[in-house]
């Protein structure tokens, strides 16, 4: 699901992103200008002192989104793109991802090797979220020869208590992961990935759509934008 969603907000980001930052300025332009509106309301008398700072404070709201979007969009954009797979190619990405988490996830090495161990389990995420099937499978070899080796648990238990340690380790780690889920299952992201449909063909259709309503709100906002200018005091 977080690769779906990082993959899914890349693509989004692609085909919407110019038109979104239009969107967002052009409400920050109008609510600066419904701002001072209201200041100079307020100043004579004509509006509460209360209601224009509201404004104001909108007004602000409204300008850091635009910039706070901005700026993500331009970090986005200067990261490579995930690469786009086809239907077997996913299936293998997928497949090599779930054995190669089985060499080199740091719970399976002692802790002298938790530290390699964590460096190729942080490269292994690195390149399943960028969709690099042929990176993927470079690493897959190199753990399947031998890049990392389990290590057993301490000798100094018995078998019965290791067994009784593992048991709650795991209870602990699942209800620990479970809740992870479910809050990402619960994000707007998500809720919106699920609504856009399983493949990347789906997401194109839905992204057609958003295109049309972010365009027809950006010819609304501008259109009362150039009201309120024409409504200015001479």
Do not use: M
């Amino acid at each position: 699901l977080e690769r779906c969603l990082v993959i899914f907000n890349r693509r989004y980001s692609d085909a919407l992103g110019p038109l979104l930052t239009e969107v967002l300025k052009a409400r920050a332009d109008l609510a600066r200008q419904e701002a001072e509106v209201s200041r100079r309301r307020a100043t004579e008398g004509q509006a509460s002192l209360q209601d224009a700072e509201q404004d104001a404070q909108r007004a602000e709201q409204a300008r850091r989104d635009w910039q706070d979007y901005q700026h993500e969009y331009t970090e986005q954009q200067a990261a490579v793109p995930p690469g786009k797979l086809g239907a077997e190619e996913e299936a293998e990405l997928k497949r090599l991802y779930r054995k190669a988490c089985g060499l080199c996830h740091p719970d399976r090495f002692s802790d002298e090797q938790k530290a390699a161990a964590h460096q190729a389990f942080v490269r292994l995420q690195e390149i399943y979220n960028a969709n690099d099937l042929q990176a993927l499978r470079v690493l897959y070899d190199e753990l399947k020869a031998g890049g990392l080796t389990s290590a057993p648990r301490s000798s100094t238990l018995s078998r019965a208590d290791a067994l009784r340690a593992a048991i709650a380790e795991l209870r602990h780690r699942i209800t620990e992961t479970l809740h992870q889920l479910q809050a990402l299952h619960n994000s707007e992201g998500a809720a919106l990935l699920r609504k856009a449909g399983d493949g990347e063909s789906d997401w194109a259709l839905v992204f057609e759509r958003q295109a049309q309503l972010l365009q027809a709100e950006l010819e609304r906002l501008r259109q009362a934008l150039a009201t309120a200018r024409q409504s200015e005091p001479a």
